[in-house]
């Protein structure tokens, strides 16, 4: 039992040695020229690049933030707007509204059914 577990924990670090090898990181840049990269490949940066700096905080704001009347206010306008975009335009007085005919297919079926498709009514 105890030889198993000394056979699989050397096979793991062989394994793991193994793989290692696969992994150069910068071993590629220290190669001479004509064996590392390939030809037309840019160079690398002189400086590493910096990261974002992700734990920064935003400067403090000018405008302090809307009050509730102030939101209140907003809503209404952008709920306003919201129906006259999906209303449409108005008609003008004494005109009647278009309204769409329905597409037809040109095979002779209602707009509805689909090729193929049977259904019972």
Not at 56 to 70: C, G, H, I, N, W
Not at 92 to 106: F, H, L, N, V
Not at 116 to 121: C, L, R, S
Request: aromatic share 4%; glycine share 8%.
């Amino acid at each position: 039992m105890a030889r198993a577990f000394h056979r699989s924990l050397w096979a793991a670090l062989g394994l793991a040695a193994a793989l290692s090898a696969c992994a150069p990181g910068s071993v590629i840049d220290k190669l001479p020229g004509d064996m590392g990269l390939p030809a037309g490949t840019p160079q690398r940066p002189a400086a590493a690049y910096e990261y974002p700096a992700v734990h920064d905080m935003p400067p403090a704001r000018v405008a302090p933030p809307l009050t509730e009347e102030q939101q209140v206010k907003l809503e209404k306008e952008l709920d306003a707007v919201r129906v006259r975009q999906e209303t449409g335009p108005a008609p003008k007085p004494g005109q009647a509204p278009k309204k769409k005919k329905p597409a037809t297919a040109k095979n002779g079926q209602s707009p509805g059914a689909q090729d193929g498709v049977k259904t019972n009514p």
